[in-house]
Nanobody, 131 residues
Framework: QVQLVESGGDSVQVGGSLRLSCTAS????????MAWVRQRPGNEREGVAG?????????TYLDSVRGRFTLSQDAAKNTLYLQMNNLRPEDTATYYC???????????????????????WGQGTQVTVSS
């Protein structure tokens, strides 16, 4: 049974940084798509960033976070990290980790892709950015 466990959410001030972690346990595949999705207050879920675990390291990002957020992975631990810098109030959201089969083209793996095709979801971790 696959489980995704997130951690790292917190309350920070504008311009601050946080690092979210998500560890996938129970995965038998060495290569799968993993991503962060967020739900801001009053909004639907949106894909933030995604990458193929065990892939070549390429990642996709939501336009509004590109250059501020960075994905990294520890494939041996099936863990995905999201380093979030220069946080803004509009980044306030519940952040969810999602995972699913890797698409044939690795660049397709993204938060948006897993909004539709995720097989597993984490419980969510709250990020609050205040001015």
């Amino acid at each position: 049974q696959v489980q995704l466990v997130e951690s790292g959410g917190d309350s920070v001030q504008v311009g601050g940084s946080l690092r979210l972690s998500c560890t996938a346990s129970g995965y038998t595949q060495s290569r799968f798509c993993m991503a962060w999705v967020r739900q801001r207050p009053g909004n639907e879920r949106e894909g933030v960033a995604g990458t193929v675990i065990g892939g070549n390291g390429g990642s996709t990002y939501l336009d509004s976070v590109r250059g501020r957020f960075t994905l990294s992975q520890d494939a041996a631990k099936n863990t995905l990290y999201l380093q979030m810098n220069n946080l803004r109030p509009e980044d306030t959201a519940t952040y969810y980790c999602a995972a699913g089969l890797a698409p044939r083209l690795p660049q397709v793996c993204s938060g948006t892709y897993l909004l539709r095709y995720a097989e597993h979801w984490g419980q969510g971790t709250q990020v609050t950015v205040s001015s």
